[in-house]
């Protein structure tokens, strides 16, 4: 079965250093996709990285990078320079096998970042 | 080019009511998926539609929970006869297509059962 855990309810960062929020996953599926979301306190759900199974290099965007390591099955996201806006709940999710955008969401992990 | 928008942005309904969500898809995109995320919990996946189809509805509740994505006009979310447990957020997100393209999500409907 198909499942995402990440293990840290909460954490504590100093304003611009870097943070990294872990994530494992269980697939038995060759072909997956992991996503990063950010939940901010006002609600709406931002996307914020993408790694393909297959992508050869971590996914990067901005601050953001994905250090996927395929054999630990793990998708931790790095945020570096944290920003006092980067606090938040932060969702790692996993689309299902069955070919579209059926995602399982791990529990979260607030982060609060403070100055 | 608007995002996803969902209507309303909160709704309060007392037990027995009837609750409608809504929910445009970004421009082109024709693949709209319902979640829903009860309180200090991750989303969980309710309904997948394409126009006129329900393709997997393995996430809702077999009794009064219902789903549309008609030809013309936005995505029902339905919920009908509401109870307590029903209060939650409920999220629609869509995408271009059924593949591994990220899912833009709306600001949600914040559901509350009186």
């Known amino acids: 079965a198909q499942k995402i855990t990440q293990t840290q309810p909460g954490m504590f960062v100093q304003e611009k250093e870097a943070v990294t929020l872990d994530c494992t996953y269980d697939?038995?599926?060759?072909?997956?996709?992991l996503f990063w979301y950010k939940q901010p306190s006002s609600g709406e759900m931002i996307f914020l990285i993408y790694?393909?199974?297959?992508?050869?290099q971590n996914a990067t965007e901005g601050r953001y990078s994905l250090n996927f390591q395929k054999a630990r099955k793990s998708a931790n996201l790095v945020i570096s320079a944290s920003q006092l806006g980067d606090s938040a709940m932060y969702f790692c999710a996993m689309r299902f096998s069955g070919g579209y955008n059926k995602l399982i969401f791990g529990a979260g992990t607030r982060l609060a970042v403070h100055p | 080019n608007a995002g996803v928008m969902q209507n309303p942005r909160h709704l309060v309904r007392r037990r027995g009511q009837e609750a409608r969500l809504r929910c445009s898809p970004m421009?082109?995109?024709?693949?709209v998926y319902w979640y829903r995320q009860l309180p200090e919990e991750g989303l969980k996946f309710m309904v997948y539609?394409?126009?006129?189809?329900?393709?997997?509805e393995s996430g809702m509740p077999k009794e009064r929970f219902s789903a549309e994505f008609p030809k013309e006009g936005p995505s029902i979310l339905r919920i009908q006869q509401v109870v307590r447990g029903d209060s939650a957020a409920y999220f629609c997100a869509s995408s271009p297509r059924a593949d591994n393209s990220p899912l833009h999500f709306g600001n949600g409907t914040r559901l509350t059962v009186t």
């Open positions: 697939t038995s599926d060759p072909s997956y996709g």
């Open positions: 539609l394409q126009k006129e189809n329900i393709i997997d």
């Open positions: 790694q393909g199974s297959y992508d050869q």
């Open positions: 421009k082109g995109h024709s693949h």
